[in-house]
């Protein structure tokens, strides 16, 4: 009877292990299930991403093959290499100075002369109370000439106040024993700058008996506005087009970027649409960033437009896209690195640069290319076009 009841009792037992076994087994299937489902939607996890060797180097289509540029990964070597160096030396310019050492003004049609003959107050125009002094003068006429008591008409054009000064002297004598005469300038009249463009206040500014220098001609038109780039400031002179970088003048101490203006000269200062960087992709406000003074860095870069935005980037693939003599470049930097940001603060961004942040969505690295790539060659070919059609 024993026997029996321990023969009764074995089925349940079986049938217990193999529904322990079962469940084992479904569990075991449940967990392979989950951990598929998490590894493909992991990408589109924020913080999750694939690999850099499973998108980095995976075959291109031969499409895409056409459109792969040059891949620089971003190290303190790379930063190193591509920083500009800047001199602390102040660089001279002896051709300013002597021109500002021999300086002198030349008078020409418009302008206004005063002269005052000692002891002969019928050779000296009085001074009115209300009477302002380039109206008291003589006038210099088209042809460069005026009037004068006793000597009658006298070229004066081109002459310095010296030289009109012992003519004047000299023709007086005849008349005058020992003649003393003294002439200035009441009114310059006769030579100016036109400085125009992103600045202040643009117009006609004279040129007087102080020499103008390109810094002065800017400060007196109060100076760039916040629009221009002083990279790449011009002056028109007959016909022909000097440019000058007030950038390393005023940072870096470069003289040779300050000239003597001469009549007629046209100042311009263009608009800082060369001297831009775009941040594209998973940023919080993608666009175009101003470059002040033309230095800007990729750290500064990514703050002005609002950071990366943490729910959508990739930040282990931040790009940048250069447009170099030898092709396309992309610099690329994993922010998640230890050192990414010390590296970001460091990387000089140059004008038209395109900082790109992929989504964590996009896996592959050719795709990333292909999508973005053409749009920022026809961006650097359109600026292209109007830098020529600027110069």
Not at 287 to 304: C, F, K, V
Not at 319 to 324: A, H
């Amino acid at each position: 009877m024993v026997l029996q009841l321990q023969v009764a009792y074995n089925p349940p037992d079986l049938y217990r292990n193999a529904h322990d076994r079962t469940l084992r087994e479904i569990e075991n299937v449940r967990l392979i299930v989950f951990l598929a489902v998490f590894a493909v939607t992991g990408c589109a996890i924020p913080g999750q991403h694939l690999k850099t060797q499973s998108w980095k180097y995976e075959p291109a289509t031969p499409a895409e093959q056409s459109l792969q540029p040059r891949i620089v990964r971003l190290s303190s070597q790379v930063v190193a290499s591509k920083s500009v160096p800047q001199s602390q030396v102040v660089s001279s310019n002896t051709t300013l100075d002597d021109q500002l050492r021999n300086y002198e003004y030349q008078v020409g049609p418009r302008d206004i002369l005063i002269f005052t003959v000692w002891d002969h107050p019928e050779l000296t125009i009085p001074a009115g109370e209300f009477r302002a002094p380039d109206i008291q003068g003589h006038l210099v006429s088209s042809s460069g000439d005026i009037f004068f008591p006793y000597v009658g008409e006298v070229h004066v054009g081109g002459n310095t106040l010296a030289e009109i000064r012992g003519n004047l002297t000299s023709r007086l004598s005849r008349y005058i024993n020992n003649p003393q005469l003294d002439v200035r300038i009441a009114g310059f009249r006769s030579k100016r700058v036109n400085v125009t463009g992103e600045v202040v206040q643009p117009g006609f500014f004279p040129i007087t008996d102080t020499p103008m220098t390109l810094v002065e001609a800017l400060n007196l038109s109060g100076g760039p506005s916040e629009n221009s780039a002083i990279q790449k400031v011009t002056v028109l002179r007959d016909g022909k087009k000097l440019s000058f970088d007030m950038v390393r003048l005023l940072h870096r101490g470069d003289l040779t970027q300050n000239t003597l203006l001469q009549n007629g000269d046209v100042v311009y200062v263009p608009k800082n649409s060369f001297f831009m960087t775009h941040v594209m992709g998973a940023v919080i406000n993608p666009g175009t960033i101003p470059m002040p003074d033309g230095q800007l860095n990729l750290a500064e870069a990514l703050s002005s437009s609002g950071g990366i935005n943490e729910d959508i980037a990739d930040a282990s693939r931040l790009f940048v896209f250069r447009n170099e003599p030898e092709g396309a470049a992309v610099y690329w930097l994993d922010a998640k690195s230890p050192d990414a940001m010390l590296l970001a603060t460091q990387f000089g961004l140059m004008p038209q640069d395109v900082v790109y942040v992929a989504t964590s969505n996009l896996a592959r690295w050719n795709r990333v290319v292909s999508l973005i790539l053409p749009t920022i060659q026809s961006l650097w070919q359109t600026q292209s076009f109007i830098d020529r059609l600027n110069d």
